[in-house]
């Protein structure tokens, strides 16, 4: 018997994710929002094709910046609409709030959209209360909802810290959203308590600027081992010498299962 509950969010979700080996490769590129003009986004169409030619699954943007980035050649790439906004000026950037809603993501053609949501910031109240407002849109609507929780505010020492962690994934679960992002932990044991523990499937963050390509590979790599479903890699991508190149290299890694050793190997990164 064919399925036919929430069909409309299997149909596309399979637009951002790979069908085959049910992971991901998300490059987000709404940092504009927070800190305006920035290294390699400066035509946001010429990175999207870029990293849709290397195999990334989806790109994320602001509303606003949809009808410059997702164009209309290249290879077809997942949209995913980023519901949430604040900038580096304002008296708290922890504090995320709404300026998008679901549907009109759903009028730009979004396959997806996504909120982000800081555990611990003093904001946490008001940002759970939009989030669950967005999950039930989502809910009507049969869109897929990329939660972004992440461990921030006075009382986070260490955002990577597997107990802060773990708090912002199993919320993220709580709340309804059908994947989460999230910092990696650091080890593959702590990880994979966390991922394990919960119905719907984590993907890492690539956060700053990493020192070398082998480092973000290993990272990558680390948390499919540990059962992560995949990466959100912004800058650390769309800042490369050689974006196409570097997703091709991930790709490996989250839909292949290549170890990082083959992988360097055959791109022959310096």
Avoid at 25 to 36: F, Q
Wanted: some cysteine; aromatic content about 4%; hydrophobic content about 40%.
């Amino acid at each position: 018997m064919v399925k036919t509950g929430n069909l409309g969010k299997r149909i596309r979700i399979e637009r951002i994710i790979n069908r085959v080996t049910r992971r991901t490769i998300i490059i987000p590129m709404d940092h504009g929002m927070s800190v305006g003009s920035i290294k390699g986004l400066e035509d946001l169409a010429k990175m999207v094709d870029k990293v849709a030619k290397g195999g990334a699954n989806a790109v994320l943007e602001h509303s606003g910046m949809v009808g410059a980035g997702h164009r209309e050649y290249g290879k077809d790439i997942g949209l995913i609409i980023h519901l949430s906004g604040a900038t580096s000026l304002a008296p708290d950037p922890n504090r995320k709030v709404l300026v998008c809603t679901v549907e009109r993501a759903l009028k730009m053609g979004a396959d997806s959209c996504s909120i982000h949501v800081n555990i611990g910031a003093d904001d946490e109240p008001q940002m759970l209360h939009d989030a669950h407002k967005v999950v039930e849109s989502c809910r009507v609507w049969g869109l897929p909802l990329l939660a972004m929780m992440y461990p921030r505010g006075k009382k986070i020492k260490d955002e990577n810290d597997p107990e802060v962690v773990n708090i912002a994934v199993r919320a993220g679960a709580e709340l309804g959203a059908d994947i989460v992002k999230t910092n990696y932990t650091g080890d593959i044991d702590s990880f994979r308590y966390i991922v394990k523990s919960i119905p719907v499937p984590v993907i890492i963050a690539g956060g700053p600027k990493m020192e070398t390509t082998q480092d973000l590979l290993q990272l990558a790599y680390d948390s499919i081992q540990a059962g992560g479903m995949g990466v959100a890699f912004g800058r650390n991508v769309f800042q490369a010498e050689d974006p196409t190149k570097l997703v091709s290299a991930i790709a490996k890694i989250v839909h292949e299962n290549y170890e990082v050793e083959e992988v360097l190997k055959e791109y022959q990164f310096d």
